[in-house]
């Protein structure tokens, strides 16, 4: 009874982080627009952040109640889907095309998050004298100023590359949506108390889903809770797929990897060391070498910056390859 209990928790926080990191987006874009932010600035901070809020929530989560497997092994499965799971289904779906920008710049900033974040835990291959791998405040520090580097870098660009003067887009885009103020400032508010509020169920009945079937929170935040956080940026790329918007699809993952490694461990972090306990080195290596296969596949392999689906069913057998490691392992 109790294992059914903690399962309707599960699906009940995932709906809610979900619908809530869904309103809290619209809400939170309906007010910029309002106040003449740019579409772009909108779809670089609001738009990327809101896709990532249900990794944030739990991640967060998982510091605030001291359990570092949560909080780690949620980003970690979740950045291993997003590039193994997501992409070789996107490409299944439609063959992914890249542009020069995704090799050269993009996919070796994403692969540079993720090392920075294998090398901040490998304290004890560093060290010998270090008894246990953690991720520290002067960690989290690190990550974030990374972050904050990846951000100005990235809105850098945006303005470089985008005329000063409005297009006719923007303008159309940054005009009111028809809703009033106080309602986009309600629906935000609402879909942030939606989404703390699954998020609080979504941990609490992943860790009693681990401890009824006597298996570690590495392995639940590794498989179900990451996949549940991965839900909005998996059906936005799928939807990218079918319309041909290959630089949605790709740019989608490369910013949640980025966001999630980043932005998410780096602020959990500083709220409370992270040691590692279930989560390991193959883990970390599993994550890190998917990122390279990917960004290997895109020009070493086939048809230049194209990933093809070969390539897709291959990212995805190794996806179903590593869940069955767990499994076994774990």
């Excluded at 989560?61 to 570092?68: D, E, F, N, Q, V």
């Excluded at 090799?103 to 998050?113: Q, T």
């Amino acid at each position: 009874m109790e294992l059914i209990t903690d399962i309707v928790f599960f699906l009940v926080g995932l709906t809610g982080i979900v619908k809530g990191a869904d309103w809290l987006t619209d809400g939170a874009a309906s007010i910029a627009r309002r106040f003449g932010i740019p579409t772009l600035v909108i779809g670089l901070t609001i738009v990327a952040i809101g896709t990532s809020a249900p990794e944030f929530v739990v991640s967060m989560l998982g510091a605030i109640h001291k359990s570092p497997d949560i909080a780690i092994g949620n980003v970690v499965g979740s950045n291993i889907f997003n590039i193994l799971g997501m992409m070789g289904t996107t490409a299944l779906i439609s063959p992914i095309l890249l542009t020069r920008n995704n090799v050269v710049r993009d996919l070796p900033i994403m692969n540079l998050a993720v090392g920075a974040l294998f090398v901040l835990l490998a304290d004890k291959i560093l060290d010998d004298d270090v008894t246990r791998n953690y991720l520290s405040r002067a960690d989290g520090i690190i990550l974030l100023c990374l972050f904050a580097m990846y951000m100005y870098y990235t809105m850098w660009l945006a303005k470089k590359d985008r005329k000063e003067a409005k297009t006719e887009t923007d303008e159309k885009n940054t005009k009111n949506d028809g809703r009033s103020l106080w309602f986009s400032i309600a629906l935000f508010l609402f879909g942030l108390g939606i989404l703390i509020g699954g998020g609080e169920l979504m941990v609490d009945g992943a860790s009693g889903i681990a401890r009824s079937l006597g298996v570690s929170d590495a392995i639940i935040a590794l498989t179900i809770v990451s996949i549940g956080t991965s839900a909005p940026e998996l059906a936005t790329s799928i939807a990218a797929a079918r319309k041909g918007d290959n630089a949605m699809a790709v740019g989608n993952v490369v910013g949640s990897v980025v966001f999630n490694t980043l932005l998410i461990l780096g602020a959990s972090s500083i709220v409370y060391p992270l040691p590692m306990k279930g989560i390991t080195y193959i883990d970390l290596s599993v994550e890190l070498g998917a990122a390279l296969l990917f960004w290997f596949f895109s020009f070493c392999i086939g048809k230049r910056y194209i990933i093809t689906r070969s390539n897709g069913a291959f990212m995805v057998l190794l996806q179903i390859a590593y869940y069955v490691w767990l499994v076994i392992n774990k």
